[in-house]
């Protein structure tokens, strides 16, 4: 990504070393395999890849809690909508 490249060019390695070293620590073991550079953005673009829920069953739950959303009682019908 172009935005990656711009970005990259301006951190400072020790900092990158901070944030991946973070990320490792928190990750969990099944996210641990997805951090194999040494790039926290890297390894963040690829973690919001594999992880990130898509395809039907997300959209159907999305309708699901449009459909079934409520107005608080106290709240007005414009801060709602709003």
Known sequence: AEW???KKDAWDMAKMSMAWAEMVLRVSG???V???SHNPMVC?????E?????????WLV????FYCAMK???????TWIG
């Open 50 to 58: 594999v992880h990130q829920a898509h395809g039907f069953t997300t």
């Open 4 to 6: 990656l490249e711009k």
């Open 30 to 32: 099944g996210q641990l």
């Open 72 to 78: 608080d009682v106290k709240k007005s019908m414009g």
């Open 34 to 36: 997805h951090m194999v």
């Open 62 to 65: 999305m309708w699901q809690r």
């Open 44 to 48: 963040w673009a690829m973690l919001v």
